[in-house]
């Protein structure tokens, strides 16, 4: 894997200060990403059978019940 000199440059500096390898964070940091992705998935199922509303009248429908 290849990063920029200066992102390896502070992986280097911040696995030395929590005494962690790099391949220890980079994981980390994939895994979470991972379960971002999961989660946007979930969330576009539970909500796929949802009506589509253009912004124009959604935001005319929030004026209508007063909250803007």
């Known amino acids: 894997m290849y990063f920029e ?3 390896h440059k502070a992986l280097r500096l911040r696995a030395a200060a929590s005494d962690r390898s790099i391949s220890d964070m ?3 940091a994939v895994k979470v990403s991972l379960a ?3 989660e946007d998935i979930a969330s576009y199922e539970s909500r796929r059978k949802e009506r589509p509303q253009s912004f124009d009248s959604f935001v005319k429908d929030m004026k209508r019940r007063g909250l803007i």
Do not use: C, F, Q, Y
Request: aromatic share 0%; hydrophobic share 35%.
């Open 26 to 28: 980079v994981n980390d």
């Open 5 to 7: 000199p200066s992102v």
């Open 36 to 38: 971002e992705d999961a």
